[in-house]
């Protein structure tokens, strides 16, 4: 298997201290390119338009659109989907708070929010690990206990934050863009050369943690004639199931091509009967939410394919629109919480 390069994001350039995510997914696009595209955390930091403060997995992928290239954003799975990637051959970038995690180059007391890069290659519950506060950048086999400490930690984290407040988030699909913002804020405001003088508070979350994956070595990211439905607007359907957490589901009828499993449980809308000429029992189309199955990262409402023994359909009223005079005050509300929470939550105690 090819080794990328692991990379520092100490070059020199002038937001180096808070180029982690640049660097780590400088190191990824090496592997993704086995060799042919190679960058440093400021030359991929020039790639993208944010050019303040910490990053968001957003900016990496806009970075690796430039090269022509797509990175894979899996912002708000688990850390077994993480280990479904890097079982795949895939190399991924993984955000921690690095206290947590002991990353091999911890900078003082850690209490900061931190990228590394993670090969797919493992030497017992290890994996080759990339700190990009190392320098020179350098591999380490790192526990992967650690990994998921700091990773679970920091989505903890941003979970508190996100549904902190007044007004919490709506649906699941606002509570991960809200969590999103959370991570953006705590790679911000606290970095290895301005710690947080203390942990910001970490309750609940249900296991939800933030990373982006590369293609595995040798293939697609995406196999021809396994694509998933990227559902069309304003899809109606009276028919919901209860999808438990851990539920598996699927790019195609058939489920062989698995894309992620329910990170906690959920009321699903149902699409179709059972299909699937080849699983027992069939399996059904279900829509939900998600980012794994698209290259850009976005999560879109997608028709994907779970078991048919794994849920229970039952019939639902319709709901009314809502009103959009109420949608323009929820927007307003959510920009004022992100204002907020930018400025260090002021007044929060």
Request: hydrophobic fraction near 35%; aromatic fraction near 8%.
């Amino acid at each position: 298997m090819y080794r990328a390069t692991p990379i520092t994001q100490r070059d020199g350039s002038s937001l180096a201290n808070a180029n982690c995510r640049m660097a780590a997914v400088s190191t990824g696009i090496d592997f993704h390119s086995k060799g042919a595209i190679t960058s440093t955390g400021g030359e991929m930091r020039s790639r993208q338009s944010d050019q303040s403060g910490g990053t968001d997995s957003g900016d990496a992928a806009q970075a690796w659109e430039t090269y022509g290239q797509e990175l894979l954003v899996r912002d708000g799975q688990t850390f077994a989907d993480l280990l479904d990637d890097l079982r795949e051959g895939r190399c991924v970038q993984i955000d921690v708070w690095h206290a947590s995690s002991e990353g091999p180059c911890v900078s003082g007391s850690g209490a900061y929010g931190h990228s590394m890069a993670v090969a797919p290659e493992s030497n017992g519950s290890r994996w080759l690990t990339s700190d990009p506060w190392c320098s020179p950048g350098a591999w380490e086999w790192w526990e992967e206990s650690l990994l998921r400490a700091g990773a679970e930690h920091l989505g903890s984290m941003a979970y508190t934050q996100a549904t902190g407040g007044r007004f919490g988030p709506r649906n699941e699909r606002e509570l991960l863009e809200r969590m999103r913002i959370a991570r953006y804020a705590l790679f911000t405001l606290y970095r290895p050369d301005r710690p947080a003088s203390q942990d910001p508070p970490a309750t609940g979350g249900g296991g939800r943690i933030f990373f982006t994956a590369t293609r595995p070595q040798g293939t697609s990211s995406v196999e021809e004639g396994e694509l998933p439905i990227n559902a069309a607007p304003h899809l109606v359907t009276d028919q919901r199931a209860d999808a438990a957490k851990g539920v598996e589901f699927f790019a195609d009828a058939n489920l062989s091509r698995r894309l992620g499993s329910m990170s906690k449980d959920a009321v699903v809308t149902v699409v179709g009967a059972p299909i699937g000429e080849s699983v027992e029992g069939g399996s059904r189309a279900i829509l939900v939410n998600t980012a794994s199955a698209y290259n850009d990262g976005t999560v879109r409402p997608t028709i994907v394919y779970v078991s048919a023994g794994a849920i229970d359909p039952y019939t639902v009223p319709q709901t009314p629109p809502t009103s959009p005079d109420i949608e323009e005050a929820l927007a307003l509300r959510d920009s004022d919480w992100r204002e907020w929470l930018l400025q260090g939550s002021p007044g929060d105690s």
